[in-house]
């Protein structure tokens, strides 16, 4: 079995004494390092779709750190950010954090600073990662649901009983049963409480407003 590679750590900074310096520390620490002189040059770029981060300076010719985050938050992208800065203010801070960014980072960083901040970034991408892999199956299964199924899913997680649903829909109670038992599979839960959070992770039931 093929080992996974060590996690990548993507440098976009204008100044490459800044590129290099954090390519040799990042790289003596078991991360691949991809540098970019600007964030034109790193939009340029395919993101492999694997553990990563994003060290982005901001202020830059051109495109400055906080507009490649807008860019990257209206693209949707996973990657978590951490801004490197040698002129940050508050303001900036909180702009940069509000807007999802992981770490605001003073230059020079400390090495410890930096590592500390660049593994929960990677830790939060990995967790990130697994949640959406996690609904993307979810969806699936509930796309294998029939139209009646899907009546049924609605009206169980409800708390609807079986002969309410029955008479509702104008079915037996034994064929909602059986109906009830096939979604209950379809979904892979043994529980009403696993079926309604399925449905909430779903976004197709809201506890607030039952």
Request: aromatic share 8%.
């Amino acid at each position: 079995m093929q080992a996974s590679l060590p996690p990548i750590v993507h440098v976009v900074d204008d100044d490459s004494s800044v590129r290099s310096a954090l390519g040799i520390l990042l790289q003596a620490c078991g991360f691949r390092v991809f540098t970019y002189e600007s964030g034109a040059h790193f939009f340029q770029a395919d993101l492999p779709a694997e553990v990563s981060c994003i060290l982005l300076d901001v202020n830059m010719p051109g495109l400055s750190g906080l507009e490649v985050q807008e860019f990257l938050n209206k693209r949707q992208c996973p990657v978590p950010v951490i801004f490197l800065t040698a002129y940050g203010d508050i303001s900036m801070s909180v702009r940069a954090i509000k807007a999802g960014a992981e770490d605001f980072l003073s230059k020079p960083v400390q090495k410890e600073d930096l590592l500390k901040a660049v593994n929960a970034a990677h830790q939060r991408y990995e967790e990130a990662h697994q949640s959406r892999v996690q609904l993307e199956e979810l969806r699936y299964r509930y796309s294998l649901l029939t139209e009646r199924e899907l009546e049924v899913f609605h009206l169980v997680v409800r708390g609807k009983l079986n002969k309410q649903i029955a008479y509702e829909l104008g079915n037996s109670e034994r064929t909602i049963k059986a109906q009830r038992s096939s979604v209950m599979e379809k979904m892979q839960v043994e529980t009403l409480a696993e079926l309604v959070l399925r449905a909430t992770q779903l976004g197709v039931f809201d506890m607030d407003k039952t």
